[in-house]
C-alpha cells in the first residue's frame, strides 16, 4: 500500500513538474513574440504565425504586406507590454492552446496634420470615437503634442505547432481553428 502512495505521488510531482516546464516555454515564446512586434522585426514576426495564416497565402507576400500596412501607418505606435496573463491552458486533441490577456498601448499621432490646420479637429475627433470604444480611463489626449495614447488589454489565442508555440487575435478567419472553449467574443 505503502508503495502504490509513493508511486502516486511521485508520478503527480513529474505531471506538475512537466506542466510547468511547459508554461514556462509558453512564458518564454509569449516574451519572444512580444519582443519581435515591439521591435517591428517582421522577418521574425512571421514565424510566430501559426501554419494555418499561410493557407492563402505566401510566407513572402505576408511578409510584404505586413511591411507595406506598417510603413502606411507610421503615425501609429503599438507597443506590448511585458506584464501579461495566460488565461487558459488547454489540450485539445494532442494540441495545446492558450489565451494570453496582453496590455497593449497605442499611440496615435495627429502631428502631420498640423501644417494643414486639421491636427485639433482630427485629434478631438478621434479622441471622442476611441472614449466610446474603450472608455475615457483608457484614453489619454496630449493636446500640445496632438496625439492620442490607448491602453488596453486584449486576448491573443497560442497554439502550440510542431515548430513551437504561434500566435493569433481572434477574428473571421482564425476563429475556426481556436477551439470555442477558450474564444472570448470578437469586438
Not at 514576426?45 to 499561410?54: A, K, L, Q
Not at 507610421?74 to 492552446?97: A, C, S, W
Amino acid at each position: 500500500m505503502k508503495k502504490t502512495i509513493l508511486t502516486l505521488i511521485f508520478l503527480t510531482n513529474l505531471s506538475v513538474m512537466f506542466s510547468q516546464e511547459k508554461d514556462e516555454k509558453l512564458f518564454f515564446e509569449i516574451k519572444n513574440f512580444i519582443k519581435v512586434n515591439n521591435e517591428s522585426n517582421f522577418e521574425k514576426m512571421v514565424e510566430y504565425f501559426p501554419e494555418f495564416t499561410f493557407d492563402s497565402i505566401s510566407r513572402r507576400e505576408f511578409l510584404s504586406q505586413l511591411k507595406e500596412v506598417s510603413s502606411s501607418t507610421m503615425n501609429v505606435n503599438i507597443k506590448m507590454d511585458n506584464i501579461f496573463e495566460i488565461d487558459t491552458l488547454i489540450t485539445l486533441n494532442k494540441v495545446k492552446y492558450a489565451r494570453i490577456n496582453l496590455p497593449q498601448e497605442t499611440t496615435v499621432n495627429f502631428s502631420e496634420f498640423k501644417d494643414k490646420g486639421g491636427a485639433d479637429f482630427a485629434s478631438q475627433m478621434a479622441y471622442l470615437s476611441l472614449v466610446k470604444e474603450y472608455g475615457e480611463e483608457n484614453v489619454k489626449l496630449d493636446k500640445e503634442k496632438w496625439t492620442i495614447t490607448i491602453v488596453n488589454v486584449f486576448p491573443i489565442y497560442a497554439i502550440e505547432e510542431k515548430s513551437g508555440w504561434k500566435f493569433t487575435v481572434l477574428n473571421k478567419k482564425t476563429k475556426n481553428y481556436i477551439p470555442k472553449t477558450i474564444q472570448k467574443s470578437i469586438q
